[in-house]
Nanobody
Framework: QVQLVESGGGSVQPGGSLRLSCAAS?????MAWFRQAPEKSREIVAA????????YLADPVKGRFTLSRDNAKNTLFLDMSDLNPEDTAVYYC?????????????????WGRGTQVIVSS
């Protein structure tokens, strides 16, 4: 069972930046970030193949969010910049053993508890 521990959420003003981290207990095939805003469905934000390096970024975050990883520590980072109130959500880390990058929730069998991001003036 892969355990995921997220960190780095918080409150920031519009235009600000935050870095989210997700550490996995074992080497993953793919790690991803999803988010769920109040009264909305959970949606994919970004995903990264730890071996392949294949990357996916959702359209709303392209040009503002960046993925990176530390393979030695099984850790995925999400650098978020130019944040706006629409980015306010609980951000969840997810992982799968298979190395193919997928963007649907059901493709991921391991989930973190989530970390809150609030963008407000």
């Amino acid at each position: 069972q892969v355990q995921l521990v997220e960190s780095g959420g918080g409150s920031v003003q519009p235009g600000g930046s935050l870095r989210l981290s997700c550490a996995a207990s074992t080497a993953p095939g793919v790690m991803a970030w999803f988010r769920q805003a109040p009264e909305k469905s959970r949606e994919i934000v970004a995903a990264l193949g730890f071996i392949s390096g294949v990357e996916y970024l959702a359209d709303p975050v392209k040009g503002r969010f960046t993925l990176s990883r530390d393979n030695a520590k099984n850790t995925l980072f999400l650098d978020m910049s130019d944040l706006n109130p629409e980015d306010t959500a609980v951000y969840y880390c997810a992982a799968r053993e298979n190395q193919r990058v997928v963007i649907l929730e059901r493709g991921y069998s391991h989930w973190g508890r989530g970390t809150q991001v609030i963008v407000s003036s």
